[in-house]
């Protein structure tokens, strides 16, 4: 890292002029922990990113993002959470990720907020080593599809960041893509994801394994396995899908 002096914000500047928080990272997980939440990865942001300005006017000088994997926040939500509220997660989960911003000073943005909704995807890319798999949803290396960005937090300062790993995307070697044959309702189609289909199926008689248990596409890819969601998880998320449908959502 080389020299740093402190600053009066509690900033280190080093020769290359880049400012961060001490440990901020870490500090960061240490907070989200309790929530199944950890942080995702970051950026510096370009113009062209859609980040939004912050309240001071200033433009943001580094996104992190914040987000989960597996069945560790799910844990916590299911003995947390209002499970008869409008939008039960994202309820339970904004004031825990507004906590956490306001105690490291960082302004939060959600992705469900909008429209205009930011690009959490494209900035999920910049992030980290994520990437647009056969079926939309991105892929981890590690966590495969099973994971989700829940928000990020906005800093005025660029906050010193790990490389981002130079991964490839795990798509690229698997032969078969298990994930395109799968589909029941052959909802995957070309460049886009015919959301009025699977939902069609999930409800009928012959959904049930979908219903209660998770897309089946999703499941069927190899990567990720021990990060697989359970299936009180799968059928919450397959229930919210299901009303996202019903509200007109992927009916275009």
């Not at 589909?183 to 199926?201: K, N, T, V």
Request: aromatic share 8%; net charge negative.
């Amino acid at each position: 890292m080389g020299r740093c002096d402190q600053t009066a914000n509690n900033i280190c500047v080093n020769a290359a002029g880049l400012a961060y928080h001490a440990a901020m990272i870490d500090r960061l997980n240490s907070l989200l922990e309790a929530s199944g939440l950890f942080v995702r990865g970051g950026f510096y942001p370009d113009d062209g990113d859609g980040v939004p300005t912050l309240a001071n006017g200033e433009a943001a000088g580094t996104v992190l993002l914040i987000g989960n994997a597996g069945a560790a926040m799910w844990q916590v939500f299911q003995s947390e959470g209002n499970l008869t509220a409008r939008h039960p997660q994202d309820t339970w989960l904004r004031p825990k990720i507004e906590n956490v911003a306001e105690a490291v000073g960082a302004q939060p943005v959600f992705p469900n907020d909008g429209p205009p909704f930011v690009p959490v995807q494209d900035w999920a890319m910049k992030a980290e080593p994520v990437y647009r798999s056969p079926i939309g949803i991105l892929i981890h290396p590690e966590f495969g599809l099973w994971h989700v960005y829940r928000g990020a937090l906005l800093f005025e300062d660029r906050i010193e960041l790990p490389a981002r790993e130079n991964v490839p995307s795990p798509c690229d070697s698997c032969a078969k893509k298990p994930c395109l044959s799968v589909c029941p309702a052959d909802a995957f189609l070309p460049g886009r994801f015919d959301a009025p289909a699977c939902a069609a199926h999930v409800e009928s008689a012959a959904g049930a394994n979908c219903r209660e248990r998770g897309c089946l596409a999703r499941r069927a890819c190899p990567v990720g396995k021990d990060y697989l969601y359970v299936r009180e998880q799968q059928a919450f998320h397959t229930a919210a899908m299901l009303a996202a449908v019903k509200r007109g959502y992927g009916a275009g």
